[in-house]
């Protein structure tokens, strides 16, 4: 790695992890795999797959989840983002792991939802997917240059029903709900520290810090909260980060838990996951938050994820 | 953002008009945007219109749906659009070769042998590659410079 993990990063690590921690480092140091959607708005899985193979060696690991597809071939360097089957929007280029948010949400056709963090779109597109272009995406982010790569996604992949808006979430969110526009499923992929993209970029190792995670953990907080404001009785809210630590994780989902009106559920992954944390430096979180889902890198061979699924009562 | 519903009359036009340009026949349930001069976006988005005009007074909408058609000087189908519908194309559509496809993916205009002035599907191989226009004796090329690529084979 180009960047070594700080000594307190390495600690904390080790007290999530224990004697496994040496194996997450170890798996940090390894390039991921090359993984593809298929994008069904497009193109039929097994039609890709075959236009694929002429190429090369393509795997589709999970059979419920053919949509997955793990490139096997040794590949040049951007040959995946540039192929012509890109750039028509037969697939998008998307980890593993950031794939399982929206698979927890399940989003529907005819369902209204909204995306809240949505740039750069890997999984608003996978949304629009699920969704068959029917129903109503509100995608939305903050930045310009982040918002035209999520138009520029969009627009390639073919997703029709998507609005793309551009406000800070919690705005959003409180001006949506004061016009009673409620949603039916609501994704809040957060800001975070990256802890679990390492593998992609080790840069996120020299900018880790802990004051860094305090402040994210505020924000997710506001985000998360006024989330909850536009989703419906009976909706379902999935909260998601790519990092690990549980300030940003189970500490905001029980901040949400104490708040609001909201209960976490069970769902299932294609990946091996680990339940959430009941206990982190003393503070004790509530045993429901073993439903939620912590993927990390040695166990699937992807970079690490954790996902809460929450309804609204 | 500007946001203009077409009317009923309009997308059944515009219905007309892809059929008779390509043979494409798209259902005109959904809604056709006009959010500039002769430019129209598609959107499949289940909201109405009282709603989205709502919408649009309160937040900051900076995109809705995907482009469809430019209606200057003809309906040249945006590219995105193309990759979408344009499998549906029977009639206005040139089959490319290989290295014509290469270079056409590269954004290189082509030398045509015809001279009539119209708007063509372009296809390679099962592939849609955008819309090209015959002008002059060259098909003129309109793949976005984000689109391009040459790797369009193994």
Not at chain 2, 83 to 109: C, D, H, I
């Amino acid at each position: 790695m180009k960047y070594e993990p700080k000594e307190e990063l390495k600690e904390r690590i080790k007290n999530l992890l224990w004697e496994e921690a040496e194996a997450f480092w170890d798996f940090c140091k390894r390039p991921l795999p090359n993984v593809i959607r298929c994008n069904t708005l497009k193109i039929s899985c097994k039609d890709l797959k075959k236009k694929l193979e002429e190429k090369w060696n393509v795997l589709q690991p999970y059979e419920l989840h053919p949509e997955i597809m793990i490139i096997e071939s040794e590949l040049k360097s951007g040959e995946l983002g540039k192929a012509l089957e890109h750039q028509l929007g037969y697939y998008y280029v998307q980890e593993l792991a950031s794939m399982q948010a929206p698979i927890a949400l399940q989003p529907k056709p005819h369902e209204k939802v909204l995306d809240l963090c949505a740039a750069p779109g890997s999984k608003t597109t996978q949304i629009a997917a699920l969704m068959k272009n029917k129903g109503l995406i509100i995608a939305n982010d903050i930045k310009i240059e982040r918002i035209r790569a999520l138009n520029s996604n969009l627009e390639r992949c073919g997703c029709t029903n998507v609005i793309i808006t551009k406000m800070r979430g919690n705005i959003l969110c409180k001006k949506l709900a004061k016009k009673e526009f409620f949603f039916d499923k609501i994704l809040v992929d957060a800001p975070c520290s990256g802890e679990g993209t390492i593998r992609f970029d080790c840069s996120v190792l020299r900018m880790w810090n802990l004051d860094m995670i305090k402040r994210l953990s505020g924000l997710q907080k506001k985000l998360l909260a006024s989330a909850v404001s536009c989703l419906k009785s009976g909706g379902f809210l999935v909260y998601s980060t790519c990092t690990f630590s549980p300030e940003e994780n189970e500490e905001v989902v029980q901040f949400a838990l104490d708040n609001f009106p909201l209960e976490l559920v069970d769902f299932e992954l294609p990946l091996k996951a680990r339940p959430g944390l009941v206990e982190w430096q003393g503070k004790k979180f509530s045993p429901e938050m073993r439903k939620c889902k912590r993927i990390w890198p040695q166990d699937n061979n992807t970079e690490g994820f954790f996902i809460a699924k929450l309804i609204k009562k | 953002m500007k946001i203009e519903f077409l009317s009923k009359k309009q997308k059944k036009e515009i219905k007309k008009m892809l059929l008779e340009n390509y043979g494409i026949r798209i259902d005109m349930v959904y809604n056709l945007i006009k959010t500039g001069k002769n430019k129209i976006r598609f959107f499949t988005g289940e909201i109405s219109e009282k709603e989205l005009r709502m919408l649009n007074s309160l937040i900051k909408i900076e995109s809705i749906g995907i482009p469809f058609l430019n209606l200057e000087k003809g309906p040249r189908l945006a590219f995105d659009a193309a990759t979408l519908f344009g499998k549906m194309a029977t009639k206005n559509f040139l089959e490319l070769n290989k290295e014509q496809a290469l270079r056409w993916m590269r954004g290189e205009s082509i030398e045509s042998e015809e001279e009539k002035e119209r708007f063509l599907i372009i296809k390679y191989k099962g592939y849609t590659l955008g819309t090209g226009k015959i002008y002059k004796k060259k098909l003129l090329n309109f793949v976005p410079k984000e689109r391009r690529t040459d790797l369009i084979d193994s």
